[in-house]
């Protein structure tokens, strides 16, 4: 009988280098599709993070995306849609092993987060002893240890959040914080504009904060160069860009290019 690589579910590597401290370099997805997260998790980025909460996203779409990564090196990270305990076990359930929970605002947020990917006694999470996340039962004793495998970043995005890190992070199952920069620049009456001096002070503050407590933090850039401030500012993990960027990016280049010396 050719029975599955079970393993896997108990060795996760972004959890493992978030412990560490060490620098991951990753790419947001909000394009629903298996072939187009393939070439993504080819393409060198430690982590995917596909995203549920602003993308056309369903169950069926996202069992196909981690079907289609699972030839790659590159670590799957799903956003649920909100920090739902419905949502979120949906997600556990067919396979995802790494959460970046949005808009937790404080402890109770925070605990709410970490009980949903936990199975009881330390959580609420559903029971199947049959689903994908368990290679459909085949993974040996998958119910008594994953709870140790599972990555839990929450999201924080106003400044009451920002305020409240030090509890956030406190709670126990948090694996770290990861700023949400267009969410925050809007709490603090910049709307759609992250790259205001006083958002970016505020980013600097943050890390500061977090490196204080010992917190893993992320990011999302939206373009290169503030992928590198961030990287040089202290972030341990940052999404350099996204597919809906690069593609917008280079097709309307592209266009422009021809249609400018035609």
């Keep these: 009988?050719?029975?599955?690589?079970?393993?896997?579910?108990?060795?996760?590597?972004?959890?493992?280098?978030?412990?560490?401290?060490?620098?991951?370099?990753?790419?947001?997805?909000?394009?629903?599709?298996?072939?187009?997260?393939e070439i993504l998790s080819y393409a060198g980025f430690d982590w995917i993070l596909i995203d549920t909460e602003h993308a056309p996203s369903d169950i069926t779409t996202l069992v196909s995306q981690l079907q289609a990564m699972k030839g790659s090196d590159t670590v799957p990270l799903v956003r649920p849609v909100w920090n739902?305990?419905?949502?979120?076990?949906?997600?556990?359930?067919?396979?995802?092993?790494?959460?970046?929970?949005?808009?937790?605002?404080?402890?109770?947020e925070a605990r709410k987060a970490a009980s949903a990917v936990r199975y009881p006694p330390k959580?609420?999470?559903?029971?199947?002893?049959?689903?994908?996340g368990s290679c459909y039962g085949?993974?040996?004793?998958?119910?008594?240890?994953?709870?140790?495998?599972?990555?839990?970043?929450?999201?924080?995005?106003t400044l009451e959040a920002v305020d409240n890190i030090e509890a956030i992070y406190g709670v126990d199952?948090?694996?770290?914080?990861?700023?949400?920069?267009?969410?925050?620049?809007?709490?603090?009456?910049?709307?759609?504009?992250?790259?205001?001096p006083d958002v970016q002070q505020k980013f600097e503050e943050i890390v500061k904060l977090c490196h204080?407590?010992?917190?893993?933090?992320?990011?999302?850039?939206?373009?290169?160069?503030?992928?590198?401030?961030?990287?040089?500012?202290?972030?341990n993990f940052v999404g350099v860009g996204s597919d809906t960027g690069?593609?917008?990016?280079?097709?309307?280049?592209?266009?422009?290019?021809?249609?400018t010396n035609i």
């Design 138 to 157: 085949y993974t040996e004793k998958y119910w008594h240890k994953i709870d140790d495998h599972i990555g839990l970043v929450v999201q924080v995005e």
């Design 84 to 108: 739902d305990p419905i949502a979120i076990k949906r997600l556990l359930d067919i396979g995802f092993h790494n959460f970046i929970v949005p808009f937790v605002q404080n402890a109770e």
């Design 173 to 196: 199952g948090i694996d770290g914080i990861f700023v949400g920069p267009s969410d925050l620049a809007a709490s603090m009456g910049h709307l759609a504009d992250s790259g205001h």
């Design 212 to 235: 204080r407590i010992d917190a893993p933090v992320g990011i999302l850039a939206g373009n290169t160069t503030d992928a590198r401030r961030y990287v040089d500012m202290g972030f």
């Design 1 to 37: 009988m050719n029975i599955p690589n079970t393993e896997d579910a108990f060795n996760n590597r972004f959890k493992q280098r978030l412990k560490a401290k060490e620098t991951q370099i990753g790419l947001w997805s909000s394009l629903p599709n298996n072939i187009v997260t």
């Design 246 to 259: 690069l593609l917008k990016k280079a097709t309307r280049e592209l266009a422009q290019s021809f249609k």
């Design 123 to 132: 959580g609420i999470r559903g029971v199947s002893v049959g689903a994908r």
